[in-house]
């Protein structure tokens, strides 16, 4: 056991959660001993610029590293051990046991506290050839490194792995000069985003050359005679390539926490309290290896994001330090994490994608069937402007009282800015009726009058004062709604749902006569607007009647046809 005298904290893994948690305690006490462990070269590294590094976008490896050793110990008197493996952990005795890479050394090391951020590891399937010099993962700047090696004699490039990591390096790939293909074996790209919406950006990676081979997963990977690789899938695929990344996903680096006898959850994440202090009294656990409630859904995950590993590492230096009887600590009000959102954003081709709190598929998957959801296209800013960009936006709402569940949106420009306002709104505890009121910036060049976030607001919230009953896509196909479209007679000619009737809404007071009673009709339009303005009218008139919302630029992202 360390000394009572001045207080030993041991910090396994840096990054985000583990540096962010030594730099918050050395700052909240200055009694204290601070020691950092890492198994890599580097302590504090920027994760997410790795794919740009190995696209060339960030040129010097340099520009990568948040933090050295020599900083901590200079800035903060916080001592550093890199390629220091800590290889076991006695709660009994509060010690460890540390190795080091470098020259095969082993010691033990006792604490008072120990915070485990151990981070997570990328998946590796067993699969034939997994272990062949041309597969990698992107998890280090070492992977990084290798990557970019390998890319300077390479036309061809296979990416495994749909989401946000699998975007960015086929965007990176391409704009190196390769040839990509990407496999996923989802139906779609991009589970952070509902399969719809996901649609917008598929459509963009073909677009820029990215071949697509959703609904499909990897069996072998094999060492090609002449060099290279030959990357087989599960639909009978065979990819000739120079190069595989693997992008599959990552799991909690729980090993070592197992091993201490700590209580994990159903993915191997530790599991914390809202302190973030694990079933030992002694140990808390920030970061990619820890489970967090999901806010909205209620269901405990890992959520490997820079963010909530941030905010998790000050708030565990505030518990260690509360739990050491800081005399400063204790007269503070305990620091708890609330959770996550999952509030999240990635680039790809000109496009931004971003999401906050749950998607619908998630909700389904919590048991949760009681919400609503629109969808809508504003510009990012005025119309009259030059150059605005659609925002394709999806908002999830609970129908009785308007609470916001969540929100996605793909497009051009100014995307983040609405889905950080949401996000904050979510937090918060807000709901439609705040979005509808909210107070943003307005210039023509920036937003409109009515912003994409108000517009939002304002469709929910009629939806939940009953001034707009809302028709679901998904059931289109076996309805007996009569659908009406209220566009023009070119436009429906051009392209329109299959046996739906044209009645322009500029016609539809004059040829009420036409539409039934004893029926629903489901109104739709462009995206959404003229069919509300159809609707308020006919519902006035005594029909039912619903609008598809988004219109048929939502349409066309629904296998509906």
């Given at each position: 056991?360390?000394?009572s005298?001045?207080?030993?904290?041991?910090?396994?893994?840096?990054?985000?959660?583990?540096?962010?948690c030594?730099?918050?305690?050395?700052?909240?006490?200055?009694?204290?001993?601070?020691?950092?462990?890492?198994?890599?070269?580097?302590?504090?590294?920027?994760?997410?610029?790795?794919?740009?590094?190995?696209?060339?976008?960030?040129?010097?490896?340099?520009?990568?590293?948040?933090?050295?050793?020599?900083?901590?110990?200079?800035?903060?008197?916080?001592?550093?051990?890199?390629?220091?493996?800590?290889?076991?952990?006695?709660?009994?005795?509060r010690?460890?046991?540390?190795?080091?890479?470098?020259?095969?050394?082993?010691?033990?090391?006792?604490?008072?506290?120990?915070?485990?951020?151990?981070?997570?590891?990328?998946?590796?399937?067993?699969?034939?050839?997994?272990?062949?010099?041309?597969?990698?993962v992107?998890?280090?700047?070492?992977?990084s490194?290798?990557?970019?090696?390998?890319?300077?004699?390479?036309?061809?490039?296979?990416?495994?792995?749909?989401?946000?990591?699998?975007?960015?390096?086929?965007?990176?790939?391409?704009?190196?000069?390769?040839?990509?293909?990407?496999?996923?074996?989802?139906?779609?790209?991009?589970?952070?985003?509902?399969?719809?919406?996901?649609?917008?950006?598929?459509?963009?990676?073909?677009?820029?050359?990215?071949?697509?081979?959703?609904?499909?997963?990897?069996?072998?990977?094999?060492?090609?005679?002449?060099?290279?690789?030959?990357?087989?899938?599960?639909?009978?695929?065979?990819?000739?390539?120079?190069?595989?990344?693997?992008?599959?996903?990552?799991?909690?680096?729980?090993?070592?926490?197992?091993?201490?006898g700590?209580?994990?959850?159903?993915?191997?994440?530790?599991?914390?309290?809202?302190?973030?202090?694990?079933?030992?009294?002694?140990?808390?656990?920030?970061?990619?290896?820890?489970?967090?409630?999901?806010?909205?859904?209620?269901?405990?995950?890992?959520?490997?994001?820079?963010?909530?590993?941030?905010?998790?590492?000050r708030?565990?230096?505030?518990?260690?330090?509360?739990?050491?009887?800081?005399?400063?600590?204790?007269?503070?009000?305990?620091?708890?994490?609330?959770?996550?959102?999952?509030?999240?954003?990635?680039?790809?081709?000109?496009?931004?994608?971003?999401?906050?709190?749950?998607?619908?598929?998630?909700?389904?998957?919590?048991g949760?069937?009681?919400?609503?959801?629109?969808?809508?296209?504003?510009?990012?800013?005025?119309?009259?402007?030059?150059?605005?960009?659609?925002?394709?936006?999806?908002?999830?709402?609970?129908?009785?009282?308007?609470?916001?569940?969540?929100?996605?949106?793909v497009?051009?420009?100014?995307?983040?800015?609405?889905?950080?306002?949401?996000?904050?709104?979510?937090?918060?505890?807000?709901?439609?009726?705040?979005?509808?009121?909210?107070?943003?910036?307005?210039?023509?060049?920036?937003?409109?009058?009515?912003?994409?976030?108000?517009?939002?607001?304002?469709?929910?919230?009629?939806?939940?004062?009953?001034?707009?009953?809302?028709?679901?896509?998904?059931d289109?196909?076996?309805?007996?709604?009569?659908?009406?479209?209220?566009?023009?007679?070119?436009?429906?000619?051009?392209?329109?749902?299959?046996?739906?009737?044209?009645?322009?809404?500029?016609?539809?007071?004059?040829?009420?006569?036409?539409?039934?009673?004893?029926?629903?009709?489901?109104?739709v339009?462009?995206?959404?607007?003229?069919?509300?303005?159809?609707?308020?009218?006919?519902?006035?008139?005594?029909?039912?009647?619903?609008?598809?919302?988004?219109?048929?630029?939502?349409?066309?992202?629904?296998?509906?046809?």
């Open positions: 056991m360390a000394s005298t001045r207080k030993r904290i041991l910090i396994v893994g840096g990054v985000a959660g583990g540096a962010s030594a730099t918050r305690a050395r700052r909240l006490c200055e009694r204290c001993e601070i020691v950092i462990y890492d198994k890599g070269p580097y302590v504090s590294f920027a994760n997410c610029g790795l794919p740009y590094y190995v696209g060339n976008v960030i040129k010097a490896e340099e520009k990568l590293l948040i933090a050295t050793p020599e900083l901590f110990r200079d800035r903060f008197n916080i001592a550093v051990h890199l390629e220091h493996e800590v290889t076991h952990v006695d709660p009994l005795r010690v460890i046991e540390v190795r080091d890479l470098r020259t095969g050394a082993r010691r033990e090391e006792a604490y008072d506290a120990l915070v485990l951020s151990t981070g997570a590891q990328a998946i590796r399937p067993p699969l034939p050839g997994i272990d062949l010099p041309g597969v990698h992107l998890r280090t700047i070492p992977d490194r290798k990557i970019r090696a390998a890319v300077e004699s390479a036309q061809r490039a296979v990416v495994v792995g749909g989401g946000m990591i699998g975007l960015e390096m086929a965007e990176n790939l391409v704009h190196r000069g390769l040839q990509v293909t990407l496999v996923e074996l989802a139906p779609q790209i991009l589970p952070v985003l509902d399969a719809e919406m996901a649609v917008y950006v598929a459509e963009r990676l073909e677009q820029q050359g990215v071949r697509l081979l959703l609904g499909q997963s990897v069996s072998a990977f094999i060492e090609a005679p002449n060099g290279g690789l030959r990357v087989e899938t599960s639909a009978g695929e065979a990819i000739a390539t120079d190069l595989a990344i693997l992008g599959i996903g990552v799991r909690p680096a729980s090993t070592l926490a197992a091993e201490a700590l209580r994990l959850g159903e993915r191997g994440e530790i599991v914390v309290d809202e302190f973030m202090q694990t079933s030992d009294a002694h140990i808390w656990a920030v970061g990619d290896v820890v489970g967090s409630p999901d806010i909205v859904t209620g269901v405990n995950q890992p959520v490997p994001l820079a963010g909530p590993a941030n905010r998790q590492g708030i565990a230096a505030s518990s260690v330090l509360r739990g050491l009887g800081d005399p400063d600590c204790l007269k503070r009000s305990p620091m708890r994490f609330r959770g996550i959102q999952g509030t999240a954003v990635c680039g790809a081709f000109g496009l931004t994608v971003a999401a906050t709190g749950a998607t619908e598929k998630a909700l389904l998957a919590a949760q069937t009681d919400y609503q959801k629109v969808y809508l296209h504003p510009g990012n800013h005025a119309s009259y402007f030059p150059d605005a960009k659609p925002i394709h936006l999806k908002l999830l709402f609970a129908p009785t009282d308007g609470r916001l569940l969540g929100a996605q949106a497009g051009e420009a100014d995307v983040a800015r609405r889905i950080d306002v949401i996000a904050m709104a979510l937090q918060m505890g807000g709901t439609v009726f705040d979005l509808e009121e909210a107070e943003l910036c307005y210039a023509p060049q920036y937003g409109g009058a009515k912003d994409p976030v108000n517009i939002a607001g304002m469709i929910a919230a009629n939806h939940v004062r009953g001034d707009l009953p809302l028709a679901r896509w998904e289109l196909p076996g309805t007996s709604a009569l659908v009406v479209d209220v566009r023009s007679r070119d436009e429906f000619a051009q392209e329109h749902v299959p046996g739906a009737v044209n009645l322009p809404l500029e016609e539809l007071r004059e040829r009420l006569v036409e539409l039934p009673r004893d029926r629903e009709c489901w109104l339009c462009g995206v959404g607007q003229r069919a509300y303005f159809g609707l308020r009218a006919l519902m006035q008139h005594g029909l039912k009647v619903k609008i598809l919302s988004g219109g048929m630029k939502t349409y066309r992202t629904f296998d509906v046809g």
